[in-house]
């Protein structure tokens, strides 16, 4: 958080640079920048929700990497990308659910009591690369 609001509250690492006045935000920007709905600057997808016999450990043919919540370390400890990868084999999987290395994935739902995951990005490292 101290991250976000350096860079995009207070402009930080922007500071030598002209700002201008905005009238959405009732505040200076740095000039150039611009006030839009996230949807218009990213593709933002959701995951599938996936059957425990879809799941493997281990690969499986006809089968894909599966990214899933286990694969992110929550914001308070880094907010970064784990490889213990499973495999999913399912009819379900569509083109919009695949992802390249180097996409921002985020945890949209939670899975621990404390609310620690939910909002905690990653960044996706190649299996192949490994």
Known sequence: MAIFKSWFIDFEPFKNQEFVYSEELEREIPKGWEVK????????QKGISYKGSEKFN???DDG????????????IEGGRFKTNYAWIKSNRIKNQHL?????????????????????????????FSS
């Open 37 to 44: 709905p996230i949807g218009e600057i990213v593709d933002l």
């Open 99 to 127: 992802l390249k290395e180097g996409d921002l994935i985020f945890a949209n739902t939670e899975q621990t009591k404390s609310g620690r995951l939910l909002g905690s990005p990653a960044i996706v490292i190649s299996y």
């Open 58 to 60: 281990e690969p499986v």
């Open 64 to 75: 894909y990497v599966f990214i899933t919540l286990n694969n992110i370390i929550n914001i």
